[in-house]
């Protein structure tokens, strides 16, 4: 069983950070490889970053290369969305999003994950 929660959205001007976090509980054997994803109204759901369970190896999609940052916490099984130099168009809500599969295939398709939070909103004003 796999259960995530995201927390940290909130407003933010434009040029400003957030980081949002997603905690994870799992109470199974095996790897899960992380993302975060976000859908903003009226649009599909959009791929961010993949990250391993070690936080290693990450994966970023072009808009957010370079202005976000996924990390995971050293002590427990939590993991970070640090978002800097925000933009309106970042405003969506963020989802943190989880997979058995440790392939590094199809992680930017929201089908291939197993496990889904509740969502964050995040909105930056222009």
């Known amino acids: 069983q796999v259960r995530l929660k995201e927390s940290g959205g909130g407003l933010v001007q434009a040029g400003g950070s957030l980081t949002l976090a997603c905690t994870v509980n799992?109470?199974?054997?095996?790897?899960?490889?992380m993302a975060w994803f976000r859908q903003a109204p009226g649009k599909e759901r959009e791929f961010v970053v993949w990250?391993?369970?070690?936080?290693?190896?990450?994966y970023y999609a072009d808009p957010v290369k370079d202005r976000f940052t996924v990390s995971r916490d050293s002590r427990e099984p939590k993991f970070y969305l640090q978002m800097t130099d925000l933009k309106p168009e970042d405003t969506a809500v963020y989802y943190c999003a989880a997979r058995r599969s440790l392939s590094g295939n199809g992680v930017h398709i929201p089908s291939e994950y197993d496990y889904w939070g509740q969502g964050t909103q995040v909105t930056v004003s222009s």
């Open positions: 799992y109470d199974a054997d095996g790897l899960l490889n």
């Open positions: 990250v391993t369970w070690s936080g290693g190896t990450r």
